[in-house]
């Protein structure tokens, strides 16, 4: 590997670009010329995500201590964000599962209360009981009572 076909200054980027045949001449290409790099324009034998990212982090290390304070202040704030919106939909999670609790009780307790009217309805029907005391005493239609003794028969 020759560093020097990487190193001529007066060289442009497109005479490093026609150099490069490998992983290494990209990486050696990178490293000694990265000035010449743009991260949003890269030419394709240098457009490898790593690179990429390589440029970013090359940049951040690059920013002077008001950018760098300015940046750390931004990712604090993205991180207060981030655990802000887990924060709330954790508690919207939990809100939901209470309400869905609660109303399939209700649906529970409802549904209860039918099986146990329909029980007693049966139980009066097999003991023979008039047709207006099931009424009263459990509630139901006259056409659910017809529908309760069809189907014990």
Known sequence: MEL???IESHADLSTYISKIKSTLDMWVAFLTRHDLLKGKRLPKKLGAEEVKKALEVLEIMNFSQDEREAYDNHLKWLMI????????EEKGKAIGMAEGKAIGMAEGKALGMEEGIES???SMIEQ?????LILSVTRI???RLTALRSKRK
């Open 81 to 88: 964000e981030a655990n802000t919106l887990k924060k709330y």
């Open 141 to 143: 239609s006259k056409a």
């Open 4 to 6: 020097k076909k990487f």
């Open 128 to 132: 023979q009981l008039p047709d207006a």
């Open 120 to 122: 007693v309805a049966i």
